[in-house]
C-alpha cells in the first residue's frame, strides 16, 4: 500500500470515529444534551446515572416476564425513562408493553438482581455530596423510594423519607418519576427555612378536611398566580352532612353554629359554600373550589383548608390539591 493510500484510509477511519464518539455522547443518555442545554448541575455523573439506569431496564425485564402488570417493573421502566429514553432496550420492552408482546429477560453481561440494584443505589447515595439543592433532594427521594420498593423495611429508607416528607417534600415514586430534572433544577427554596419554596413550582398537597389550614411549604410573592385543581371527597361531619368535592356543599345551608367556644375556628362568614376548598395567604382567604385561579394580593405562606362553619374535629376524608406557582 503506498502512502497516498495509507494516508486516505487514515482519514476514514478518523472520520468514522469521530461519527462512532459522537453518537456514543449523544446516546450517553436524554440526560447529557439536556443537562447541558439547561445548565443542570447533577450531584453524580452521568455516565453513572445512565448504568444505574440501564440496569433498571434489564431489572424491569426480568420483573415484567414473570409478571407484565408488576407495578415494580413498570416504575423501573419510568426510571430509565428519565435518563436514557432513547436505549433501544428500553425502547423494545415499552414496545412488548404495549403492544401485548411476551416479555423475556434482557441478556446482560452483568447479572441484575433486585438486591444488587439497591445495593448500587445505596452506594450512590453515599458518594452524593451533602448538599441542599433541589436536584440532590430529588435524587434522593427517588433513589430511596426504590429501595423501600424492593425493600420495605430498609430502616435508611424509612427514616429518610419520613424527615424529607416533614419537610414538605412529596415522598410518592410514582409523583417523584413524573417530575424532570430540568424543573427540579430550577426550584428555589428559602435559605433562612429550607422547608419552604420561593420559586415557581407545581406540587400536589394533601389537604385534611379535620384540619383548618394545610402549610402547602410554598412562600408566595404578591403579584404571583396560583392555580389549583382538587381531587377526592371529603365531609364536615357525621350523621347528615354528605361527602362532596372541593366545591362544598352548593346549594346546602349549615346548621346554626352549635357551640360558642367553635369560634375562633371559623374561616369567615357566609362567604363560601359550606365544605368548599379555600387558600388562604397572610389574613386573606380566596375561594378556590373544585379548580380555580387567582393573583396573591400579599406575599406569605400558602395555606389550605375546607371552609367549616362549626367544628373540624369531626371532618372526615381528604383532598389531594395540585398547585401551580406562576408569574402568568
Known sequence: ??????????????????????????????????AEKNNVQLPISELRLKSLAYRAIVLASNVLANDRKDKRGLLLIDFAKSFIPKDKDLLLLRGRIKFNLPIKPIKSKRTV??????????????????????????????????????????????????????????????????????????????????RYVISNIRKTVPVAASEPWTDSRIKVKKGKIIRVNSSGLWSMGDGPYPSCDGDGFIDWLPPTKSSKTNKNINKVDKQFNPGQLVARIGKKVYSIGASGTFRAEDSGILE??????????????????????SDR
Not at 500500500?1 to 450517553?28: D, E, W
Not at 427514616?159 to 426550584?187: C, F, H, P, Q, R
Not at 367544628?311 to 401551580?324: A, D, F, M, P, S
Request: net charge negative.
Open 1 to 34: 500500500m503506498n502512502f497516498k493510500s495509507k494516508k486516505k484510509l487514515f482519514f476514514i477511519a478518523a472520520f468514522v470515529a469521530c461519527i462512532l464518539l459522537s453518537t456514543s455522547s449523544n446516546n450517553v443518555m436524554g440526560l447529557t444534551t439536556v
Open 113 to 194: 438482581t433486585e438486591e444488587s440494584f439497591v445495593e448500587n443505589l445505596r452506594t450512590t447515595i453515599k458518594d452524593m455530596p451533602r448538599d441542599t439543592r433541589t436536584i440532590t433532594r430529588h435524587l434522593k427521594l427517588m433513589f430511596y423510594g426504590f429501595i423501600r420498593l424492593f425493600k420495605p423495611e430498609d430502616e435508611d429508607a424509612i427514616i429518610a423519607l419520613v424527615a424529607y416528607e416533614d419537610m414538605g417534600y412529596n415522598v410518592d415514586l410514582s409523583t417523584i418519576l413524573t417530575e424532570s430534572l430540568v424543573s427540579k433544577s430550577k426550584i428555589v427554596y428559602d435559605p433562612k427555612d429550607p
Open 304 to 325: 389550605f383548608g375546607p371552609y367549616e362553619w362549626d367544628n373540624y374535629n369531626n371532618n372526615t376524608g381528604r383532598l389531594l390539591v395540585t398547585i401551580e406557582v
